[in-house]
């Protein structure tokens, strides 16, 4: 009998994900804090910082929607791209003073936790699933 993870999907939920866990929730606090900035800072770091934290954890579900190995590793990796465009918003945040140092210091601490979260991830699913 062939194990796959696309079985073992049955029971297994995204929810049970760290990394998946930790992007989402680092997604909605971003979003509570930028929503309170003035229209300038809002269209234009604003956005692109939403769009890059949620593109973590919105990788990280579209590769555990996939059925072969090779696709789901690839969003999987996507997410490290959104991961780095995140670290670079979030340094420009402080610098603009959009961020107090606290904040910055939150979501800095939680994007460092993502790409060890992430080689587990892609780990994991190279060696469970066959296919």
Known sequence: MRTTLGVMDKTRKLSDISAYTI?????????????????????????QFIRSTDSVSANIAEGF???????????????FGSLYESLDWNQKALIRNLLTSDQHAHIQNELRKLPRELNVLIKYTNEILTI
């Open 65 to 79: 929607g996939r059925w072969s190995k090779k696709d789901r590793i690839k969003f999987y990796r996507y997410s």
């Open 23 to 47: 992007a989402f929730d680092l997604g909605n606090y971003v979003w509570r804090l930028v929503v309170q900035w003035d229209y300038l800072s809002k269209d234009t770091v604003g956005k």
